[in-house]
């Protein structure tokens, strides 16, 4: 495939899809042609294949590792274990990277890895081997490091995956005092952050109860503002739509649908979604769960049920020119990257739709995998130093409060006035102020001009603004 030309080649869509989103963005900025060239670009793709032993016999793995943009160091992007992944689709996820971290102003520049496998046909043992093997040869490439390329979990890969990476490149790199910092989504116990495992879902949740919260767009669209009681499906119950499904029903959201590749189930009054999940985990399906009014053999017919909005959260290219005129939601939230396809966006808003798109929607998981690389660098948790000296300040405070005015607290509003933030407070607070600033910092875009048309596109031009200012002042571009 031609890499920088990729609707040469028909077999692919996504890269070629991000890159009309890209262009059309592109017509409402003012760079050099040269300079959005190489802001589109793919500036490395890493093919390649390795051996492993299953079983009596030996299977050569093929895996990827793209580095989309190196205007900002490291470059930041998960590792998807599937045997859909290609090299056009891991392109194009490098390159949703670097826009995305662009978007919510997280310093780094976009990659994406790719291993051809499904995770479910082979034993723990071996998907160590396939790992640390991945890992092996991104150290020979030097496309693995702290300040180089930093990996994340992504579909079908998750902390323990980001555990064995994290052993092996600090194996191979004795004395290395960051090794650490090579990977995020790491376990607690090997450094990990807490709130890293539901930041995606949360950073939806978020996103979502933000954009509904706006009176004047929900207007235009038919809704209400605010969460509260608004009817969501969500689709995929892995890491990104459970924790999107939990933190919406927390938020006041009622969860009327879920979707798993296996089929789906509908019910207008709500699903527990704690009770699908265990209901899932004990039978390996979310079919026969007793609380849903309808099922569906196809997870497809799920996502076209009655509601107010839609989460896509499992994989791309879910909504397309064939479904969406069955859609009955009026705001698409993309947990997933890439579920939508530009023929679909055009309709959905042609027919008084929103989408919030995954640049934004889900980059809460990149946000707290900053966190967790500040944390690595920094060596030591967040909070640590600091919380009992906030605890003594505030306590002193409030004691000289209850002493002039004679007015004692009951002990729950003392605890609460002096406790100082936790890790996990301090993340969730961190990642709570990213997702509300740069949802407006979105929408002001979008609103600024009309012919922008969607907050995908608003998206776009904020991230390619910020990253031709970073090329500007490398001093590579005038
Ligand atoms: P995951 O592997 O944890 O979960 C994916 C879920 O989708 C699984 O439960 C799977 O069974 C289900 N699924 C697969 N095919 C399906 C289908 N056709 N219909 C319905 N369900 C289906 O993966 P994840 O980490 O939750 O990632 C999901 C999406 O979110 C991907 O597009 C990924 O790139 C994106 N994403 C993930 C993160 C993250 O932090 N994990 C961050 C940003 C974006």
Known sequence: MNINNPTADQETHFFSD????????????????????????CNSVYRFRFPIRKGNSFEVI????VEHSHHQSPTKGGIRYSEMVNEDEVMALAALMTYKCAIVNVPFGGAKGGIKINPKS????????????????LIKKNFIGPSIDVPAPDYGSGEREM?????????????????LGAVTGKPISLHGIAGRREATGRGVAIAVRECVSVGEDMQKIGLTAGLSGKKVIVQGLGNVGYYSAKFLSEFGAVIVGLCEFEGAIYNEDGLDVEAVFQHRKSTGSILGYAGAKQEFKNTMDGLEQPCDILVPAALENQITAQNIGSIKAKIIAEGANGPTSPEAEEAFYKAGGMIIPDMYANAGGVTVSYFEWLKNLSHVAFGRINRRFEENSNLNLVNMVEG???VPL?????ATIVKGASELELVNSGLE???????????????SNPAIGTLRNA?????????AVSYQNLGVWP
């Not at 093929?62 to 590792?65: E, H, I, Y």
């Not at 490149?169 to 004395?175: E, H, K, R, S, V």
């Not at 102020?433 to 609103?447: A, F, G, L, N, P």
Request: one cysteine or more; proline letters at 2%; glycine letters at 6%.
């Open 18 to 41: 991000v890159c009309k989103n890209f262009d059309h963005a592109a017509q409402f900025t003012k760079h050099d042609a040269g300079l959005l060239d190489q802001i589109k670009s």
């Open 163 to 179: 555990g064995w990476i994290a052993d092996t490149y600090a194996t191979m790199n004795p004395g290395q005092l960051d090794a």
């Open 62 to 65: 093929d895996a990827w590792r």
């Open 122 to 137: 082979y034993s723990v043992g071996e998907l160590e081997n396939i790992t640390r093997r991945y890992t092996v040869e």
């Open 433 to 447: 102020d990213t997702m509300i600033r740069s949802y407006h910092e979105i929408r002001e875009i979008y609103k």
């Open 459 to 467: 998206a776009m031009v904020g991230a390619i603004n910020k990253i």
């Open 410 to 414: 009951t002990p729950i509003q003392r």
């Open 404 to 406: 002039i005015t004679g």
